[in-house]
């Protein structure tokens, strides 16, 4: 009788969990691909939150460290860095994670993220209780936003502060 309300109780915070998850939407997600040595690199997708929510981290077995990042221009310095505390997702509201503005930063590379290959990625969420829910992807990997994922113009990113990347020259 124990192992059959243990395995009823189980089952209860499964299907909970699956709930939860499925109440974050996440569209046209994909990662930059990489070239030999580079050690970061950025993935970009839009998430809705059928109810407020917040986008506390990320994981792939691809990279050492996953953080949620903004990048910012100041003054025509581009300042980027983790978002502490995770992302608002407003309920019902779209956010774009996109280049030149919050996106998920996967540093500390294993190897290099070739162009129609795809990774696994782990986002993580917390909900208004702080109650812990993770959603799993597979993410296609591009050089470019493939059609229909792109969120405006995607401008080159100077990510050498995260790894032994040669800083890139504005043209």
């Known amino acids: 009788m124990k192992f059959k309300t243990l395995m009823s ?13 499925a109440a974050i939407e996440v569209e046209n997600a994909w990662v930059r691909a990489t070239v030999k040595g580079q050690q ?12 407020g929510a917040r986008l506390v981290g990320a994981s792939t077995p691809a990279a050492g460290v996953s953080q949620v990042h903004e990048m910012t221009m100041d003054a025509g310095v581009m300042k ?10 407003p309920a019902g509201k779209a956010v774009a994670l996109k280049s030149g503005g919050y996106h998920l930063m996967l540093m500390d590379l294993k190897s290099a993220l070739v162009a129609g290959t795809s990774l696994p990625l ?10 812990e829910s993770k959603v799993e992807l597979t ?4 050089a470019v936003a493939p059609a229909g994922m792109a969120h405006g113009k995607e401008a080159p990113m100077d990510h050498s502060m995260h790894g032994n990347m040669p800083a890139k020259k504005a043209p």
């Open 80 to 89: 980027m860095g983790e978002v502490k505390g995770g992302l608002d997702l």
């Open 122 to 131: 782990t986002l993580v969420f917390k909900d208004a209780k702080g109650v």
């Open 40 to 51: 970061a690199t950025g993935a970009f997708m839009t998430l809705t939150a059928k109810e």
């Open 9 to 21: 109780s189980v089952a209860l915070a499964a299907a909970a969990f699956a709930a939860h998850a």
């Open 139 to 142: 993410v296609p990997v591009a």
